[in-house]
């Protein structure tokens, strides 16, 4: 299987707060999959952890190599830049992942990368899998916390692109 492509500065296991979610599905394609995961627009209709969100390129919510967008999430406002994005040309393997930020003093200031793949495989079955580096403050703090809330809100994530994915069908 396919793994996320980290940053050196986020490799798991070196940073003070690391999530990793996943799920198999069966009868959903890798683009119909990516068509609720790269349009900013549909996130607040499957996922109640994103607000806010405002792209970079006024007018269009789907988003592109490079692009900066703001969005608030776990209580924190995000600002981010898409740092890979592998569109799955023939339903084959698509990446995204972006930098995300809070700006703010040593107690405050959060530095995440977060990423996502969704690979076809044998038996008409789909994986994504979403994972999640941080660093800083608050992500020590949500590291110590059981259950861990970025745990559960990426995977609320996941749960409701399926569930987009499935209904839009």
Avoid: C
């Amino acid at each position: 299987m396919q793994a996320i492509h980290w940053p050196s500065m986020y490799l798991p296991g070196t940073t003070d707060n690391f999530v990793s979610n996943e799920v198999i599905v069966r009868d959903l394609t890798v683009t119909e999959l990516w068509a609720f995961l790269v349009d900013t627009s549909k996130w607040e209709g499957y996922y109640d952890n994103a607000a806010n969100i405002v792209p970079e390129i006024k007018g269009d919510p789907v988003l592109h190599q490079g692009e900066h967008f703001r969005f608030d999430t776990f209580g924190f406002p995000i600002d981010a830049q898409v740092m890979e994005l592998v569109e799955p040309l023939d339903d084959a393997v698509a990446r995204i992942a972006w930098h995300g930020w809070q700006d703010g003093d040593e107690n405050t200031r959060l530095d995440v990368y977060h990423a996502f793949l969704i690979e076809r495989l044998s038996g008409n079955r789909t994986r994504v899998l979403t994972q999640e580096s941080q660093i800083g403050v608050p992500a020590k703090e949500m590291s110590t916390q059981t259950p861990n809330p970025m745990l559960n809100g990426h995977q609320a994530w996941l749960d409701g692109l399926v569930k987009a994915a499935r209904e839009a069908k």
